[in-house]
């Protein structure tokens, strides 16, 4: 049906208003994603639980997006090399989740360079990696990300990642993007989570309400203006964003 030719809402039998929070509205849907699409390993199954009972807190990523990342891990290394990704970079590492996801796309000696400020963190998160087998291919860069991400954009050459994936301090998305952006090479993806929410705003909050929704929304229209890059915002956890770098 197209929009004009939909009847007129009537006001006086408008279906009462939707107080659900997103995460509400969407938990249904997001479980019912996971049965079927994320069926998480043991390992993955409980690696959240006992990071929060160590005191991390419960901020990963959900399993439907874990596994979205990583098909998208795996088509960002193009048609060459028996695909996959070769070079990942994750600003957030938390307890390793979501890199461990990230590693399911990696090409044969592909590598994740990964994040994070918090040595709690990061120490729980090493040691999920030697659990998963992955130790050698993963780096954790301890420190704050936007003086690793400095270095590395100074020392690893141009347009060399594969696949950027953003899930750290909100209001530094607009500096990430631009330090990262001549690290992408054309056809690899810059990938960012919580671009329509998080615990405690959504995007449609409007201007003004709190500083992380409006950074967020700043880079939302950066990566979409630019014309370096195809990009798309899609609803799935907290909203996550795939931009594809040209060229390729
Ligand atoms: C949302 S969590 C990452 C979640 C992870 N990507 C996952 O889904 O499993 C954000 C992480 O960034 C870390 N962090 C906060 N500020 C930081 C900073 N300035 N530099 C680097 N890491 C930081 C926090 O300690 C936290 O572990």
């Known amino acids: 049906m197209s929009p004009t030719s939909r009847t007129k809402p009537d006001p006086d039998h408008a279906p009462p208003a939707d107080t659900r929070s997103f995460a509400e509205q969407w938990s249904g849907i ?25 005191g991390i807190p419960d901020i990963a990523v959900s399993p439907e ?7 998208l891990a795996r088509m960002a290394g193009g048609l060459g090399g028996g695909g996959g990704a070769r070079m990942i970079v994750e600003v957030g ?23 994070e400020l918090n040595p709690k963190h990061a120490d729980f998160a090493q040691r999920e990696f030697a659990r998963a087998g992955i130790a050698a291919r993963v780096q954790i860069r301890r420190g704050p990300a936007l003086e690793s991400l400095t270095t590395m954009a100074r ?23 631009r330090i990262v952006r001549p690290m992408i090479r054309a056809g690899g993806l810059l990938v960012a989570d919580n671009i329509l929410s998080s615990g405690t705003w959504r995007i449609d909050d409007g201007p003004g309400t709190s500083p992380d929704r409006d950074a967020v929304d700043e880079f939302n229209h950066l990566v979409a203006a630019d014309p370096a890059f195809e990009s798309i915002g899609v609803p799935i956890g907290n909203g996550i964003l795939v931009a594809r770098r040209l060229g390729a």
């Open 30 to 54: 997001s479980k019912y994603l996971a049965d079927v699409f994320a069926k998480p390993d043991p390992q993955l199954a409980t690696l959240m639980s006992r990071a929060i009972a160590e």
């Open 65 to 71: 997006t874990g596994r979205f990342l990583s098909l």
């Open 93 to 115: 590492t938390l307890a390793g989740y979501s890199t461990i996801w990230l590693s399911r796309g990696l090409a044969p000696g592909g590598r994740i360079v990964t994040l």
């Open 155 to 177: 020392t690893m050459p141009p347009a060399s990642v594969d696949m950027v994936f953003l899930d750290c301090v909100k209001t530094e998305y607009p500096e990430y993007f």
